[in-house]
């Protein structure tokens, strides 16, 4: 639900690869919500799922994918605050090792501290790979498809990817998380962006619920922080 489409996918081998999946922006991004993050953990863990799925079998071909799994989780918990047990605290910073290494650098949290981050990265990770099951066995016979075309045709471009995945079965929208169960969330809605400040910025209609902060950093980035709302009318000037 919040990742970018795939724009290239291919059999052919590159470099080390034997092959890849290219995947385009469609838009500038300054910042990625937690939904974002945790839906490419889930597309991270999908080649490794597939392989279980499929051949019940796993190889060493997924490390790659495991690893980058693995370092958003670690990141989303001790840099980004997405942690309920842990809180809104960075618990690294820049320099920070996340293992001692020959007794020689310290953390700067408790042993009790790195077991709660362990852990609370191994139910990230096991959780994206639970979503990455679902999601291939509610549709494998798209997965099917797309393997039967790659067997022809060695590469699949956005076009014909878009017409393979058309009858796909998105996952669940998740449910709303809480930082703390005694902060819960508002039922009052984002402030709402006036039309003809989204038309002026070229917005596409899939983009008109962007989030008010991120809007006006598309705005910035694009030069056009001098636009002012008239909050009366609407209207911008």
Not at 39 to 51: L, P
Not at 60 to 73: M, P, V
Not at 105 to 133: M, N
Request: no cysteine; hydrophobic share 35%.
């Amino acid at each position: 639900n919040n990742t970018d489409p795939v724009t290239k996918v291919t059999i052919l081998p590159r470099g080390r690869a034997l092959g890849y999946t290219a995947v385009m922006p469609t838009s500038d991004r300054y910042s990625q919500s937690r939904n974002q993050l945790l839906d490419q953990m889930a597309y991270a863990m999908g080649g490794r799922t597939a392989e279980e799925i499929v051949f019940h079998d796993p190889t060493t071909g997924a490390s790659n994918d495991i690893e980058k799994a693995t370092n958003i989780a670690r990141t989303m918990v001790i840099e980004y605050g997405f942690s309920d047990k842990l809180g809104a605290i960075k618990w690294g910073s820049d320099d920070d090792q996340t293992t001692v290494m020959d007794g020689l650098q310290p953390r700067k949290y408790s042993d009790r501290t790195a077991e709660v981050i362990d852990d609370e990265v191994l139910k990230l990770v096991e959780t994206a790979h639970t979503e990455a099951w679902t999601i291939i066995n509610d549709n494998r016979e798209i997965l099917d498809e797309l393997v039967r075309q790659l067997l022809v045709k060695e590469t699949l471009n956005e076009k014909e990817l878009a017409a393979i995945f058309a009858p796909i079965k998105k996952a669940p929208v998740r449910p709303v998380w809480l930082s703390n169960d005694r902060r819960p969330d508002s039922d009052k809605p984002p402030v709402e962006i006036p039309e003809s400040l989204k038309r002026s910025v070229g917005m596409k209609p899939e983009e008109m619920t962007i989030r008010p902060d991120l809007f006006m950093w598309f705005l910035t980035y694009a030069g056009r922080a001098d636009v002012v709302v008239d909050n009366d009318k609407g209207e911008m000037r």
